[in-house]
């Protein structure tokens, strides 16, 4: 309210203000979507593409990498069988032949060796954008960071129980895991990770994802001007939430200290780390059986058989018989029966 005194000078000796009802309205880029739909429709295309047409035997989980090689033996790998994925990257591709040498494994490995979302005057972040495309591509930036982490922590999760699932071979008879099983196989996760860390390690993301989009979003702030009944001067800015992004954070931290703490977990028996390397799997699978028939569809577990009649020497290998036993320390093993005369 305002007065005026006897000089003409205007005063103000008070307010008045009243709560009027929202005008929601629903803002979007037409370019980002047009490229958000374009790119969708290219990797669904991507994705049919490679059902319809790929019509050869996959290697998608360990199992598929043994099945392969029990049935069809990788000539290159022969005189190998315990050699580990540093070995193959250090020395194998080097071409450094292969010989005899002392199983040098002793005691058990580990397997890894935000109210949210409110627009408030007091949380907004002091920069004003030319256009929203620009306040949407900053604010989202955090996502796409995180997305980038789901698939580091993914692949560090297959990685762990690829060693995990190749130690229990050398622990007991198991069956094979595979993508086509036949008799006496077993089918594949669907996510090629047990189910009982897939769907929290989903669920994880999605939550944090969901906590980071209330921690840093978008903000467009219409002034109305009542008297004239119209809309000016938008400002366009993004806003923070300081309780989602406390969330986050202790979410971020108990994430990392669970890949840890699994990852200190021990493995079922002792053997190599073969992770994903083909070469190291190849080199584990010439088998003492002859017709790969008899082992493909059974129980199997690799380890110390004894002397192989076609190399004539010790190995260590897969094969369905009882008499398995795992590798013994300072034991010779690999080569071929020409490499130890």
């Not at 860390?197 to 467009?220: C, D, E, K, V």
């Amino acid at each position: 309210m305002l007065t005026s005194n006897s000089s003409g000078e205007v005063e103000i000796v008070g307010c008045k203000s009243e709560v009027t009802g929202e005008k929601c309205t629903v803002r979007f880029s037409l370019g980002i979507m047009i490229v958000v739909i374009g790119c969708n429709l290219v990797k669904a295309c991507c994705m049919v593409m490679a059902v319809v047409r790929s019509r050869e035997p996959t290697l998608v989980t360990l199992g598929d990498a043994v099945d392969s090689f029990l049935r069809t033996p990788d000539q290159t790998t022969i005189g190998m069988c315990f050699a580990d994925r540093q070995y193959i990257e250090r020395d194998w591709r080097r071409g450094w032949k292969a010989g005899p040498r002392q199983w040098k494994q002793k005691g058990l490995q580990r397997w890894w060796a935000r109210g949210l979302g409110k627009i408030n005057s007091g949380s907004l972040v002091g920069i004003h954008f030319r256009n929203i495309t620009q306040a949407i591509l900053l604010a989202n930036l955090p996502q796409t960071i995180l997305s980038f982490l789901y698939l580091t922590y993914n692949s560090l999760f297959t990685s762990m129980f690829l060693g995990h699932d190749w130690s229990l071979f050398s622990h007991h008879h198991r069956t094979l895991r595979v993508t086509s099983p036949r008799p006496g196989q077993r089918s594949t996760y669907w996510l090629q990770i047990p189910y009982t860390y897939a769907i929290p390690l989903m669920t994880l993301s999605g939550l944090l994802h969901w906590l980071t989009s209330q921690s840093l979003f978008l903000a467009r702030v219409d002034i109305f001007d009542p008297f004239r009944g119209e809309t000016f001067a938008p400002i366009v800015t993004m806003g923070y939430s300081c309780i989602a992004i406390v969330f986050v954070l202790a979410l971020g931290g108990l994430a990392l200290l669970a890949a840890a703490g699994i990852g200190y977990r021990k493995f079922a028996a002792e053997t190599t780390t073969v992770s994903s390397c083909s070469a190291a799997i190849s080199a584990a699978c010439h088998a003492s059986e002859t017709n790969p028939d008899e082992i493909i569809g059974k129980e199997v577990r690799w380890g110390d058989v004894g002397i192989v009649p076609t190399l004539g020497v010790r190995h260590l290998t897969f094969s369905s018989e009882m008499g398995v036993r795992k590798p013994v320390f300072g034991e010779v093993y690999a080569g071929t029966q020409n490499d130890w005369k």
